[in-house]
């Protein structure tokens, strides 16, 4: 039984889903004016481990995570550099899927729809919207008037409208009722994208996006309405509330939000100058390294970022890979007449399995299921010593390279780096180099030796010196 803590309810519950042994899942995307940083990865990454976990529980699952392509930063990017929202929308789309490739995102069956191609569902809802009561018009610009939903408005964030009508910035000459109420529609400004529309030419304000695409997608009800926690108020609050009031349907049933990322005990923000972009942090550590760093902590707590946390991350991940290359070895020397038949091995996995769909099950506990995962590679480490093995005890081997690899790399994705997975032109180069390190040791030329065995190393190749023989792992 899976079970999510629910933002609206502040309760984990149990998820039940719409239609039986379907998930629908909408996660709110990137406004593409800028190249992705780490704080926007997070949301991209947990809702990614999400979605394979459903599926390795049985589930079908329809995943839809959107792109914001025309926005107000959108347009001022474009005025900056001379070209059209749409050019600028197009280069940084296309730098997303080049980051976010190297985290490993799966995006066999997503969908991934544009603002700028549900224009007319958007319009719909803003008439219904009216006709109804609840926006208005006011000089070119639709209104939500949070008033006329003042029973439902604050339901997410679990704020009191009266105080947040109170804490409202009054701007001068503003045409809305009143400061809460948010846009729907705006006039067109000169050089602007613009659609024409019932009120004149103008463009969506930014939540009604998310309404026209997620019903048009997944329908009035859907399961998992998903994003970072700064999403809370006002945009999942509004949604809600445009959302309900034009369809008078519930909307999303659960609403799971992930925690912010931290940089010196800070949120990492661009007001703040402290944040970094995925491609940055790429340059100096693998994206599976990144992806492992942002899975090893619960997705609802902060995470602390510096190059010492995904240094941790990076250790702890070899450690992965040197159990399964050892395991790997440990099944290709075969098994002799007699030797153990390593039932412990067999136990331990199974138990693994368990702890692990418990964690994972438990509001998607990543940090405890990686946890097992662990465990488990410790008693690995002691059965791949165990000099005599068995047929059956290769099986049980087999059993637990493949457990760990399925976990890792289908559910977590995770991409293991073992000598089998990188390619024989790597593993040719490096035994070319050990045969040049070799000659050298012979020669007692100890500097060449120590400066291959050291440029390896810079690599990830780490090398073990044996009594007949000269081993490497990654």
């Known amino acids: 039984m899976i079970k999510i803590y629910n933002t609206m309810t502040r309760k984990v519950e149990e998820f039940i889903p719409v239609k039986e042994n379907e998930v629908s899942m909408y996660v709110c995307g990137p406004t593409v004016y800028n190249y992705i940083h780490i704080g926007n990865a997070r949301p991209a990454i947990v809702f990614d481990t999400v979605r394979r976990y459903f599926e390795y529980r049985g589930y079908k699952v329809k995943y839809v995570q959107n792109f914001t392509d025309v926005d107000d930063k959108i347009i001022k990017r474009a005025n900056e550099e001379g070209v059209t929202s749409k050019e600028i929308a197009r280069k940084y789309i296309e730098a997303y899927f080049e980051d976010t490739k190297k985290v490993n995102l799966k995006e066999?069956?997503?969908?991934?729809?544009?603002?700028?191609?549900?224009?007319d569902e958007m319009q719909e809802i803003i008439k219904k919207l009216i006709s109804e009561g609840y926006a208005y018009?006011?000089?070119?610009?639709?209104?939500?008037?949070?008033?006329?939903?003042?029973?439902?408005?604050?339901?997410?964030?679990?704020?009191d409208i009266g105080n947040l009508k109170a804490g409202a910035r009054i701007e001068v000459n503003d045409i809305k009722k009143s400061p809460l109420d948010f846009a729907l529609w705006k006039k067109a400004k000169e050089g602007e994208p613009s659609w024409d529309s019932p009120w004149g030419k103008g463009r969506p304000g930014w939540h009604i996006e998310c309404s026209a695409m997620s019903s048009?997608?997944?329908?009035?009800?859907?399961?998992?309405?998903?994003?970072?926690?700064?999403?809370?108020?006002?945009?999942?609050?509004?949604?809600?509330?445009?959302?309900?009031?034009?369809?008078?349907?519930?909307?999303?049933?659960?609403?799971?939000?992930?925690?912010?990322?931290?940089?010196?005990?800070?949120?990492m923000s661009k007001s703040l100058g402290n944040f970094f972009l995925l491609r940055e942090v790429l340059e100096h550590f693998e994206g599976r390294v990144i992806r492992f760093f942002v899975l090893g902590a619960h997705y609802r707590k902060p995470i602390d970022f510096s190059n010492n946390e995904l240094e941790q991350a990076k250790s702890g991940l070899e450690r992965i890979d040197n159990a399964v290359e050892r395991l790997r070895e440990k099944i290709k020397s075969g098994a002799i007449d007699g030797g153990d038949n390593l039932e412990g091995l067999k136990s331990f996995v199974e138990e693994t399995e368990k702890k692990f769909i418990e964690a994972m099950?438990?509001?998607?506990?990543?940090?405890?299921?990686?946890?097992?995962?662990?465990?488990?590679?410790?008693?690995?480490?002691?059965?791949v010593d165990v000099e005599k093995v068995s047929?059956?005890?290769?099986?049980?081997?087999?059993?637990?390279?493949?457990?760990?690899?399925?976990?890792?790399?289908?559910?977590?994705?995770?991409?293991?780096?073992?000598?089998?997975?990188?390619?024989?032109?790597?593993?040719?180069?490096?035994?070319?180099?050990?045969?040049?390190?070799?000659?050298?040791?012979?020669?007692?030329?100890?500097?060449?030796?120590?400066?291959?065995?050291?440029?390896?190393?810079?690599?990830?190749?780490?090398?073990?010196?044996?009594?007949?023989?000269?081993?490497?792992?990654?």
């Not at 329908?219 to 970072?228: A, N, P, Q, S």
Request: glycine share 10%.
């Open 108 to 119: 066999e069956g997503m969908i991934r729809p544009r603002a700028t191609e549900y224009i």
């Open 137 to 159: 018009e006011a000089e070119g610009d639709v209104y939500f008037e949070v008033e006329k939903n003042k029973e439902g408005y604050g339901c997410l964030s679990h704020q």
């Open 216 to 267: 048009k997608l997944l329908g009035d009800v859907f399961d998992i309405h998903g994003g970072g926690q700064d999403l809370i108020f006002p945009h999942h609050e509004n949604e809600i509330a445009q959302s309900r009031c034009s369809s008078h349907q519930e909307y999303a049933r659960y609403w799971m939000h992930n925690g912010y990322i931290n940089v010196n005990g800070e949120k």
């Open 361 to 383: 099950d438990d509001d998607f506990n990543t940090a405890q299921g990686i946890g097992a995962i662990f465990e488990l590679v410790k008693e690995i480490n002691k059965y």
């Open 391 to 474: 047929q059956e005890g290769i099986k049980n081997l087999e059993l637990a390279e493949k457990y760990i690899e399925n976990i890792m790399e289908e559910v977590l994705g995770v991409t293991l780096k073992t000598q089998e997975n990188i390619g024989n032109l790597t593993t040719d180069l490096v035994e070319f180099l050990l045969e040049i390190r070799r000659k050298a040791r012979a020669e007692k030329n100890w500097a060449l030796s120590d400066e291959i065995r050291d440029r390896l190393g810079e690599m990830g190749i780490k090398i073990k010196d044996g009594k007949d023989k000269t081993t490497w792992s990654l």
